[in-house]
């Protein structure tokens, strides 16, 4: 963990410091996932309970009870267990929560039914995510259920849940000094990636091949894993939105769409690049490419703190529509083409997303039904593409199959925005430089 512990507990002070008095929050950890019989799918810990705590073991529920005198900040986890831990390894216990992850309080997991009861019994509030575990929630109902029946021995049930997801997940889109240098650092790491595997294309390699490129850069430099399934897709293969088959051979006069980034200590990267397989763009793939580019730009350019949400997106698609129209593509006035969502034909999507612990990162995007005004430290992709598919007969042979988007990380600055992710080249002059030196 390269963020200091302290972090955490200023984050779970934050939330304590919105929570109304006489409430508590619970937030259980992520369950261990079966893959197939006796492996699990490797661990990862839930974001949010992850952001409270920087504890990164299964079987663990987080507790916050402001103005508790016993401690506002609690801890349920596994017991320190020597037999268990030669098999799976080192184990915090409870003793450890409070020393190591500085909670001021903690206790076994197996006790939890014999303690969280009380803990909630009398609290008017309960923040808590509904819906999001079945089974976590069946448990939560079960103890509201147990000082219900001790009604008449006046206990105080809870009158009222609050979803705990609407505090913190706004807390999380505003990113700390500390947070910056970890999503900084995995940007540039992913734009290696994307580097290595431009330097390792050529006509007959497999996308898989590339793909494990990139795996190897991540890995090598401290990430253990990618954000999201690496997308490798190869000529027409790059017009499948969220294509992770990766096992088809690069042939030469296609392009290559790499949509890859790692996650580096629970913090996201998200990079796109669009190249030709033989390190020369061709004057159909250099024209659409060039539009794409100029999008991307021209919605870049709109980040800045006042903008709102919608300001990048809105520039990114006035630009491809007017390339398009300029190739004959699209027909008729610029204007009438987007009111009417004629270009969706070829540009689907929209231009990014928040980013952070999660590719797709949390945070709403309208607040009171108007798009949300950017402030420092939101951290957002940029993302433009236009996609021809191969059996569109409404356009000239020469366009079809041609699937291109071009992403960086940008973070909203006091004066701004500041591009994490540009360690990777984009202009056409500099990729065919950089293939050429291969």
Known sequence: MSMSIDEFVKRRRALLDQMTPNSIAILPSAPERTRNR????????ESDFYYLSGFAESDAVLVLIPGREHGESVLFCKEKDPKKELWDGYLAGPEGATTDFKFDDAFPISVIDDILPGLIEGREKVYYSMGLDAQFDAH???WINVIRSKVRSGAHPPGEFVALEHYLHDMRLYKSAAE????????KISAEAHVRAMKACRPGVMEYQLEAEITHCFMQAGSRAPAYPSIVGGGANGCVLHYITNNAALKDGDLVLIDAGCELDYYAADITRT??????????????????LDAQKSAIAEIAPGKHWNHPHEAAVKVIVQGLVDLGLLQGDVEE???????????????????GMDVHDVGDYKVGGEWRVLEPGMVMTVEPGIYISPSDQDVPEKWRGIGIRIEDDVVVTKQGCRILTDAVPKEIAEIEALMAAR
């Open 38 to 45: 006796d492996v699990h799918y490797p661990f990862r810990q």
């Open 140 to 142: 939560v109902m079960e």
């Open 180 to 187: 910056l240098k970890v999503m900084e650092r995995a940007g």
């Open 275 to 292: 190249f030709p397989v033989s390190g020369i763009f061709s004057t159909e793939q250099a024209a659409l490419y060039q539009i794409v």
């Open 337 to 355: 083409i987007i009111a009417k969502e004629d270009y969706k034909k070829f540009y689907m999507h929209r231009t990014g997303h928040w980013l």
